[in-house]
C-alpha cells in the first residue's frame, strides 16, 4: 500500500506550482523551524509563555524520540530503494522512519490545537502540508509520516500531562 501511494502521488500531483510549494513547505519544517519560530515569538508574551515551553518541550521530545527510532527501525528512504528518480531538494541523510518533518509538526499542532483551537486549526493544516511534502518529495513513505504524525501527538500529549502536574 505504502508504494502504491507514493507510486500515485509521484505520476499524478507533479505540476509547476507543487513542485515550487511542496520543497518550500518541507524547508520550513526543516529542524522544526516554523515551530520553533512560533515558539519564541509566543516566549515574548507573559501569558503565552507557558505555551512557548510546552511547543519548545514537544518539539525537543519529538525530535529525540525521532532520532533514536531511525536507526533502530532502520528504514531506507524511497529515493534509495527506487533510485532514478531525480529530487527536488537536496538528498537527505540517515533513515526514512519516523518523519522528524511530520513528528515536529504534530506535537506543535497538538499543543497548539490545546491551548488554542483557532491557531490549533491552522497550525493542523500546516502539519498535514508539511507531512505531505516528505512524501511528495520521495525522501518518505506513507506510512513514515504517519509513524512520525503519531509520535509527535503522542510527545505533545505527554509534554502537556507534565506541564499540568
Same mark, same amino acid.
Given at each position: ?11 499524478? =500531483? ?82 526514512? =522512519? ?68
Amino acid at each position: 500500500m505504502d508504494v502504491r501511494i507514493l507510486s500515485y502521488v509521484q505520476d499524478h =500531483c507533479h505540476n509547476r506550482f507543487t513542485d515550487f510549494l511542496f520543497p518550500l513547505l518541507s524547508r520550513i519544517g526543516n529542524a522544526g523551524a516554523v515551530w520553533l519560530t512560533v515558539a519564541v515569538c509566543l516566549g515574548y508574551q507573559r501569558r503565552t509563555r507557558g505555551l512557548a515551553f510546552a511547543l519548545f518541550f514537544s518539539l525537543a521530545l519529538s525530535h529525540v524520540i525521532s532520532q533514536i527510532l531511525k536507526p533502530v527501525i532502520g528504514r531506507p528512504r524511497p529515493f534509495v530503494s527506487f533510485p532514478g528518480k531525480r529530487l527536488l531538494i537536496h538528498t537527505p541523510g540517515g533513515y526514512s =522512519c519516523p518523519s522528524g518533518h511530520s513528528a515536529s509538526s504534530f506535537a506543535a499542532a497538538t499543543v497548539l490545537w490545546i491551548f488554542n483551537n483557532r491557531l490549533g486549526a491552522a497550525a493542523l493544516l500546516l502539519a498535514v502540508l508539511i507531512a505531505f511534502s516528505r512524501v511528495f518529495l520521495f525522501v518518505h513513505y506513507p506510512s513514515d509520516t504517519i509513524a512520525g504524525s503519531l509520535l509527535g501527538v503522542l510527545c505533545a500529549i505527554f509534554i502537556l500531562y507534565l506541564y499540568k502536574m
